[in-house]
T-cell receptor, first 114, second 111 residues
Framework: ETGVTQSPTHLIKTRGQQVTLRCSSQSGHNTVSWYQQALGQGPQFIFQYYREEENGRGNFPPRFSGLQFPNYSSELNVNALELDDSALYLC?????????????FGPGTRLTVL | DQQVKQNSPSLSVQEGRISILNCDYTNSMFDYFLWYKKYPAEGPTFLISISSIKDKNEDGRFTVFLNKSAKHLSLHIVPSQPGDSAVYFCAASFTGNQFYFGTGTSLTVIP
């Protein structure tokens, strides 16, 4: 149990629609990262938010966007859904400090795009 | 382009024996490496890490070895237990905020 929760657990959308996924971080964790894990692959970094500002982005198009709120929750928004967006989406929170910090992952949201 | 690779999708080991999981990377800028363990329907859980200034790090039954010249790291689990059955991911970073993950190795420990 990492204390990181995600909602919803599963979601089915159709191509072209928009989706919002939610993550609730551990209290005091000021950094959240989002990952996409396609079937048979490892998690791929989408972006990270630190104190409500984007703090690094992977190789994902602008239709992937995020928000982080002062209450340690965050959102991942995906516009104009494509079939290849079908994946498990993971969020991971950490308390940033000097050096590398342990990330605590949520259980993920399984998104299916039809 | 996959910068972190786990070439063995699966591994089966008898209980009590050693499990060795391997990981290769291509980017010499990586300076921090981690192993995560993932059970079905759960997110990855941090297991053990190693900085590039070290070549070995131990935590109980788990030891990670880093060979920088070969760009290779391995995770040793001794002795293996049935509860260790899970998918193991290695990950690497050089920026502190972006981690590159391998594709995972599914470990089955046979009682």
């Amino acid at each position: 149990e990492t204390g990181v929760t995600q909602s919803p657990t599963h979601l089915i959308k159709t191509r072209g629609q928009q989706v919002t996924l939610r993550c609730s971080s551990q209290s005091g964790h000021n950094t959240v990262s989002w990952y996409q894990q396609a079937l048979g692959q490892g998690p791929q970094f989408i972006f990270q938010y630190y104190r409500e500002e984007e703090n690094g982005r992977g190789n994902f198009p602008p239709r992937f966007s995020g928000l982080q709120f002062p209450n340690y929750s965050s959102e991942l928004n995906v516009n104009a859904l494509e079939l290849d967006d079908s994946a498990l989406y993971l969020c991971a929170s950490e308390k940033s400090g000097r050096g590398y910090n342990e990330q605590f992952f949520g259980p993920g949201t399984r998104l299916t795009v039809l | 382009d996959q910068q972190v690779k786990q070439n063995s999708p699966s591994l089966s080991v008898q209980e009590g024996r050693i499990s060795i999981l391997n990981c290769d990377y291509t980017n010499s800028m990586f300076d921090y490496f981690l192993w995560y363990k993932k059970y079905p329907a759960e997110g990855p859980t941090f297991l053990i890490s190693i900085s590039s200034i070290k070549d070995k790090n131990e935590d109980g039954r788990f030891t990670v070895f880093l060979n920088k010249s070969a760009k290779h790291l391995s995770l040793h689990i001794v002795p293996s237990q049935p509860g260790d059955s899970a998918v193991y991911f290695c990950a690497a970073s050089f920026t502190g905020n972006q981690f590159y993950f391998g594709t995972g190795t599914s470990l089955t420990v046979i009682p």
